[in-house]
């Protein structure tokens, strides 16, 4: 198992550097003169020379990725042009916003998402199982955006009982942190929950099929126990996958959910950087979003292997 | 990374032929895919006959009919500038079902060559593409398209585009994992033992084996293209005013949402709609694909 984990950790960075060429490619071979975007309204010569200087764009392609290479692997993601502040600052103050909206996202899909599985498959077939599969199909068509605002109309603009936007760290309130996260959690965590909630179905179908199942039943266990017990611990595992693989789309829709709710996370400061023109925060944010994409999949791919001992290799 | 599709069973090319009635029969066996393909046919009507249909001019302003609530003469209501939302959100088909038709034809004609050599050639060629495809994948997917987007310049066009490249490596892993489990077939072996040229196995054996999960894919990216339009163009990143689209539509109603709720209601609507139709009709046609799902 060492020499797998030690393979597969090293793999981690060769795709990083993959991924780094392909950002950085994206913004040099991509039409337009970087510095006449990076100037926006002021055209001065004089100004556009210096930005050219500045950002090494009077230099070689190759030279210029190895300069931004360089400072990327000693933590610097360069300067944002418009709040004049390091990259990798504003996302160490950002990332945390969104790492508490994306865990309570992932508690709200998992309380969901894990019982309508489990129901779902135990009542194989039955209207419940038919209206369940619906609305988990529902839940992964509908625009989280969309959702978002549907919620702000009810409980904001006609019940009044929830705020509409804004955030407010757990340091100063911890429930008026909370009551501005609980919507956009729902309407991060709708989708996750559809999709956990597929995937516990068809591993509970294929679990409550297995031998040990029909043992468990045999010793005259009953079916609640033989369900929660030896059934969903083993449908569990490969919901871990799941998990990890879907926490791109958790993060692709957390940057809808922010913009919805004014939340001043990740997918916000993505969203201002690109209407600014600051490109070296949006290369930094989407660098940032691959590593912890990458970090969490290695992570899940353990907890894949410490679960389940047959897979060892 | 861990392949997300299994591999169908392989089927002979002749056979191949004698399948579509039987996937047709499945899938008309499935009364939600039914539905699903009844709404998709449905809204590509009302795209396509957006300018004999809708009551109204998309984006002709009217001061006199400013935010004014569902009515006989405005069923869906009208926006901030006075204009029909009920013709908006038909004009608005266009840019979602263009998006969708758009983005996925550029992954899949991209992705599917890509994934078909590199699964064919193995060997170092397919490890560097593969790389690749994984340092693709690895970046969130809107946030791939935000960015792309962010380069190419806010429009339209570019935003299929962004959406386009953002689905290639999907194409490219399923097609190269489709390539790997046809190639192990016991036909294979013998197109390749009787003397075929490599082009000949490719195309003509490989590829058409290789292609339901293609289709299911397709339906299902089609549906996320529609999503992702919406989302951009939401943004500010797609679809620019005056010109109507779903998601520019939201964009604009959540300046208005105590004052015109209506405006907020219906594009989402229709979003959900056709994604919903697209992902039942998706799910369906798996399961008529799946010889293994009866």
């Known amino acids: ?313 | 990374m861990r392949s997300e599709t299994q591999a169908a069973p392989g089927i002979a090319p002749e056979v191949n032929a004698a399948l579509k009635p039987l996937v047709l029969r499945h899938l008309s066996r499935r009364p939600a895919a039914a539905i699903g393909a009844a709404v998709l046919v449905f809204s590509v009507a009302l795209a396509l006959a957006a300018p004999l249909i809708s009551p109204y001019d998309p984006v002709a302003t009217s001061w006199a009919a400013v935010r004014k609530p569902p009515s006989a003469a405005h069923p869906f209501g009208t926006d901030e500038l006075g204009r029909d939302v009920l013709t908006r959100v038909i004009w608005g088909s266009r840019a979602s079902l263009a998006a969708a038709a758009v983005a996925v034809g550029m992954a899949a004609s991209i992705g599917v060559p890509i994934g078909l050599l590199s699964g064919y050639m193995g060997g170092a060629s397919d490890a560097i593409i593969m790389r690749l495809v994984d340092a693709m994948l690895a970046i969130p997917f809107l946030i791939l398209a935000i960015a792309l987007a962010a380069f190419l310049g806010p429009s339209l066009t570019n935003a299929m585009i962004a959406i386009g490249i953002a689905q290639v490596p999907i194409f490219a892993r399923l097609m190269r994992g489709q390539v790997l489990a046809v190639r192990e077939e016991d036909y294979i072996e013998a197109a390749d033992a009787i003397g075929n040229p490599h082009r000949r196995i490719v195309l003509r054996h490989i590829f058409p084996n290789a292609m339901p999960p293609i289709l299911v894919q397709a339906t299902l990216a089609a549906a996320t293209a529609i999503i992702a339009e919406a989302s951009l163009s939401f943004l500010g990143l797609g679809q620019q005013p005056p010109n109507p689209s779903w998601g520019s539509m939201l964009n604009t109603a959540r300046s208005f949402m105590s004052q015109a709720p209506w405006m907020a209601v219906w594009p989402g609507m229709a979003i959900f709609s056709v994604v919903l139709a697209l992902n039942l009709f998706g799910d369906g046609l798996r399961d008529a694909l799946d010889p293994r799902s009866e």
């Open chain 1, 1 to 313: 198992m060492g020499a797998w984990l030690l393979r597969r950790v090293a793999l981690i960075g060769p795709t990083l550097l993959l991924v780094s060429l392909l950002i950085f490619a994206m913004q040099q071979l991509l039409p337009g003169d970087p510095a006449l975007a990076l100037a926006g309204e002021n055209q001065d010569p004089a100004v556009i020379a210096h930005i050219r200087q500045t950002y090494h764009l009077d230099r070689p392609i190759p030279v210029r990725y190895a300069l931004w290479l360089e400072g990327v692997l000693r933590g610097d993601l360069g300067q944002s042009i418009r709040i004049q502040r390091p990259v990798a600052d504003l996302i160490a103050e950002k990332l945390p916003v969104t790492a508490e909206l994306a865990g309570l996202a992932l508690l709200v899909a998992l309380v969901i998402g894990v019982p309508a599985g489990v129901i779902a498959a135990v009542k194989q077939g039955s209207v419940i199982d038919h209206s369940v599969t619906l609305a988990a199909l529902c839940g992964l068509s509908v625009p989280n955006f969309w959702l978002g605002m549907l919620l702000i109309l009810l409980f904001s603009v006609e019940l009044g009982i929830l705020p509409a936007s804004g955030y407010v760290s757990p340091g100063e309130s911890i429930t008026r942190n909370l009551t501005t996260l609980i919507m956009p959690a729902i309407v991060l965590g709708t989708a996750f929950a559809a999709g956990i909630m597929r995937h516990t179905r068809s591993a509970m179908l294929q679990v409550l099929s297995a031998d040990y199942i029909r043992l468990a039943r045999a010793k005259g266990l009953g079916e609640a126990r033989v369900v929660l017990r030896h059934a969903l611990h083993n449908a569990l595992i490969p919901v871990v996958t799941v998990v990890a693989l879907n926490f791109g789309a958790l993060l692709s829709g957390a940057v809808l959910t922010e913009q919805v709710f004014t939340i001043p996370g990740f997918g916000k400061l993505l969203v201002d950087a690109v209407f600014n023109r600051d490109y070296a925060v949006v290369q930094g944010v989407t660098m940032c979003s691959a590593l912890a994409y990458l970090l969490l999949n290695l992570g899940a791919d353990i907890a894949y292997l410490a679960l389940n001992p047959r897979l060892r290799p």
